[in-house]
């Protein structure tokens, strides 16, 4: 079985950042995402989807995202239900997220830079990750290739 997403949208507000009892930070925010198509009145819609993030990476984009600023998100659909104050059962949906990618540059914060990329194990500019596992990757050293060497 998989459950995995991944979204790419703009914050619709500053994540909220918020500590359980036992201290672990946790982040919410939600995320407009452009739906493919246009409707039939020509216009594109958005859907918005809630975004949780936990531990050190919740209080990164807490820290660093913004209203406005477009994220890609990877994790796993949440489906959980309580009840409200009215006695009525609510059912949520909402993804947790184990990766955040800053994908725009941010005012506000000066140590943030286009492609910051941040992982729950840890965080590394996308600079230092961009290129390393890509074996076609323009490292300076570039060859020419003639039709003829093909093999097709």
């Not at 246009?38 to 216009?43: F, P, S, T």
């Amino acid at each position: 079985m998989l459950n995995r997403i991944i979204l790419i949208g703009r914050l619709t507000q500053d994540p909220e950042l918020r500590y359980t009892a036992t201290g672990t930070a946790v982040a919410s925010f939600s995320l407009a995402v452009d739906r493919q198509r246009a409707n039939q009145a020509g216009e594109r819609e958005a859907d918005f989807i809630n975004i949780v993030v936990w531990q050190k990476l919740g209080e990164l984009c807490a820290q660093y995202l913004r209203k406005g600023r477009m994220a890609a998100v990877e994790g796993r659909l949440q489906i959980r239900q309580y009840e409200n104050r009215e006695g009525q059962k609510v059912r949520v949906a909402e993804v947790i997220a184990d990766n955040v990618r800053f994908l725009d540059r941010g005012d506000a914060s000066p140590a943030t830079s286009t492609g910051t990329q941040t992982r729950s194990e840890g965080s590394r500019s996308m600079s230092e990750s961009r290129y390393q596992d890509d074996p076609f990757a323009d490292d300076g050293h570039s060859i020419d290739i003639v039709d003829d060497d093909l093999p097709f």
